[in-house]
């Protein structure tokens, strides 16, 4: 007669990581929808990036720069990083909103904030893949 050995491991759900997978699900979605609306070339979008004056091309750029955020969001190695550039892309949005277009910032800073905290939190994360990158 023989056995097979089996063996358990168990997991320990931790309620802040599920809490911040959530956030960057909700995340994701806001900007792949976002940036696929400037890639798509919607039409408030045009007008909106006609308004800001540097060219159209800023908007494919911003676009993919959303897009791309959004799924390293959904990545677990590169998620810190592109929570740090999501923060990056909408620090621009709420310079641009409040100085060029002269419109209310809270959306574009709400995003910011949401993101500056999911990179705070996977801080530790960003600095194993630089680490591992610059060696």
């Known amino acids: 007669m023989s056995t097979i050995g089996t063996t358990t491991s168990t997991w320990k759900v931790r309620p802040g990581t599920v809490g911040l997978w ?21 039409e408030v979008m045009i007008g909106m990036f006609t308004e800001i004056g540097a060219g159209q091309w800023l908007r494919y750029v911003v676009g993919a720069l959303e897009v791309a955020g959004a799924l390293g969001l959904l990545v677990p190695r590169l998620c810190g990083l592109a929570a740090l550039g999501l923060t990056g892309v909408m620090a621009g949005a709420v310079v641009t909103n409040v100085f060029v277009l002269g419109y209310s910032p809270a959306i574009a800073l709400g995003f910011l904030l ?8 996977r801080r530790t994360a960003i600095r194993e893949l630089v680490a591992k990158v610059a060696s």
């Open 22 to 42: 959530i956030l960057q699900v909700f995340l994701a979605f806001q900007f792949v929808s976002a940036g696929l609306m400037k890639l798509a070339g919607n």
């Open 114 to 121: 949401v993101a500056g905290l999911i990179a705070w939190f």
